[in-house]
């Protein structure tokens, strides 16, 4: 785990170098200008501060498919590079038109690293603490400006400021970063499986975990990197085998059942597909969606049941999951598998083995698909790691107080578990059989979550006999091909991923229905926060501060007016940093969904105020101090919610196989509409005032808040393999929804 922090916070330097530039060329600009005498030629002063803004936009068009190609981490070191390199040539810079290029040049520099660093740590972070890890390039981003801003400060009470210097000092930290990215940071796992680079995959995620066996989630990204096609929502019961394998009278269900290995020595419980009606869960919640308002989106109450507060029944040990391994049971007597990455051969021929059947009497029962051999470790240390198959069925000792397993699991994060069976339907030629992919996560539904059995159809176990009710998402897995099944018969992964990799994202996979909804969401999220008015109060905030005697209290200390301009600045970013520090704590606790739903009502009240103290004559010192507070407000709150969550979310929300690129539409988005916003805010602001501009503003919040509520889901603590599937089966729900 403290792998992935650590990569996480190294990634973030990017932000960083991105923060520090956006507040140097705010102060270097003063002086800029006279030297080059500028103060007649406001165009090319413009474009001075505004070509770092066109060459992120320009880079940001083809930043996706080529990190879909070549991996994040060589453009994160491009990145880096690009920051150095620039900030050399403007250290040089003889004449306007090489400080042009230069700042073209940090442009591609921020372009490559906003676009790409939500991505990196998406793809890297575990899922319960990915909201925390993502939202620290808004903290780095935040703490650059401060700490350029101070810098700038600092040089502009010297008495002749140099302004090469300022811009220039950027080489030193990116330097830092260049050094990071090249010997630190490793390439994303979810890209290396997508290349078929299984082996690497496997490395990078110990490391990033920070122990030997991580099978389960390797076979979580190789699930990833396709939607299954037709997925339903299930219910599933599980309980000790013991006692749902005595229950003779469903051998339909025995046949559909999953054997899942428990902590205990000797113990293993059964997961069983509930037939009829369901009447609990997020079955029956699915099943009614499309009858629901169509105000909120199908999508969003789907998620939000899984979120739903999970109760304490003090039984089954209270919380089944996350403590199963993902050591499940499969039918079908498949040969062993092939292996999957030819440069493991020699050291890790049996890594991705699954072991021959035999053990189980049922047909669609078999020993565990992710089993692991010994490696030379386990021999060397004696006893299996946590979370080994090994550890699970020959240990008692894991148990922790009353009865509570601990150690680690071989789970896919966030309460959820991937399992595989084999099913047969009755085809043209007979019985057909193939794979079918399983995510299962115990219900979150309030009140008891015992059941019995009787209540079960075909059920007739005593009525003390407790079971847990676990929804799940069942579809095709992602590389099965019935076509090639004879060709490649190596378990559920019927196709060696490096073969799905050859194909590269099409244009035509933006239109698949889950892929086509996520678009909406991120695109539709980017647009209203660059409309939400963070750049028109950043804007007005020194005149507001000025107002209000700060501006006066400075000229009495000696401070200069550009100096107080640039103090104040750094003022505002450091008021950021506490409340950035509250998102990241409560990121993954409320929430994505509930941060922005809260923090939203926020900016709209802040700018209101903003409105009523520009037309309300209350007096010079009493409109200065309202105006004050709701900057301050309006700040901490927005980079609570609205500044980093957008990112976040569509870091999160897109398949593998084309998160670059729709990353890359949704940043495009964010360019475009910073630049939008930043050059018609002089002209809105002398056609309808600044009151007509925080209006609008304000009327651009509600909305935000209000497409928030209908059509953006809650992402947290869920593996990104499991929201891509949700999307899917949302996207579906909703367009059955409108046909109906």
Known sequence: MSGAVLVAVAAAVGNLLQGWDNATIAGAVLYIKKEFKLESQPTVEGLIVAMSLIGATLITTCSGPISDWLGRRPLLIISSLLYFVSGLVMLWSPNVYVLLFARLLDGFGIGLAVTLIPVYISETAPPEIRGLLNTLPQFTGSVGMFLSYCMVFGMSLMQSPSWRLMLGVLSIPSLVYFVLTLFFLPESPRWLVSKGRMLEAKQVLQRLRGREDVSGEMALLVEGLGVGTDTSIEEYIIGPDNELMDDDQDLSGKKDQIKLYGPEEGLSWIARPVTGRSTVGLVSRHGSMASRSGLVDPLVSLFGSVHEKLPDTGSMRSM?????????????????????????????????????????????????????????????????????????????????????????????????????????????????????????????????????????????????????????????????????????????????????????????????????????????????????????????????????GVGVLFSNLGISSASASLLISAMTTLLMLPSIAVAMRLMDVSGRRTLLLSTIPVLILSLIILVLGSLVDMGRVVNASISTVSVILYFCFFVMGFGPIPNILCAEIFPTRVRGLCIAICALTFWIGDIIVTYTLPVML???????????????????????????????????????????????????????
Not at 382 to 391: E, I, N, R, T
Not at 470 to 485: E, G, K
Not at 706 to 720: A, N, Q, R
């Open 320 to 548: 089944l999951f996350p403590h199963f391994g993902s050591m499940f049971s499969v039918g079908g007597n498949q040969p062993r598998q092939e292996e999957w990455d030819e440069e493991s051969l020699a050291r890790e021929g049996n890594e991705y083995a699954s072991d021959t059947g035999g053990g189980d009497s049922d047909d669609n029962l078999q020993s565990p698909l992710m089993s692991r051999q010994t490696t030379s470790m386990e021999k060397d240390l004696g006893a299996p790691p946590h979370g080994s198959l090994s550890s699970m069925r020959h240990s008692s000792a894991m148990q922790g107080y009353a009865g509570e397993p601990v150690g680690s699991s071989m789970g896919i994060g966030g309460g959820w578990q991937l399992a595989w069976k084999w099913s047969e339907r009755e085809g043209k030629d007979g019985k057909e059989g193939g794979f079918k992919r399983i995510y299962l996560h115990q219900e979150g539904v309030p009140g008891s979550q015992r059941g019995s059995l009787v209540s079960i159809p075909g059920g007739d176990a005593p009525t003390d006999s407790e079971v847990i009710q676990a929804a799940a998402l069942v579809s095709q897995p992602a590389l099965y091909s019935a076509q090639l099944m004879n060709q490649h018969p190596v378990g559920p992964a019927m196709v060696h991923p490096a073969e799905i990799a050859t194909k590269a994202p099409i244009w035509s996979d933006l239109f698949e229905p889950g892929v086509k909804h996520a678009l909406v969401v991120g695109v539709g999220i980017q647009i209203l926060q660059q409309f939400s008015g963070i750049n028109g109060v950043l804007y007005y905030t020194p005149q507001i501060l000025e107002q209000a």
């Open 686 to 740: 002398k056609s309808i005032g600044l009151a007509g501009v925080f209006g609008m503003y304000a009327v651009v919040c509600l909305i935000s808040w209000v497409f928030v509520y209908m059509k953006v889901p809650e992402t947290k603590g869920m593996p990104l393999e499991v929201i891509i599937e949700f999307f899917a089966v949302g996207a579906k729900q909703a367009a059955d929804a409108k046909n109906n």
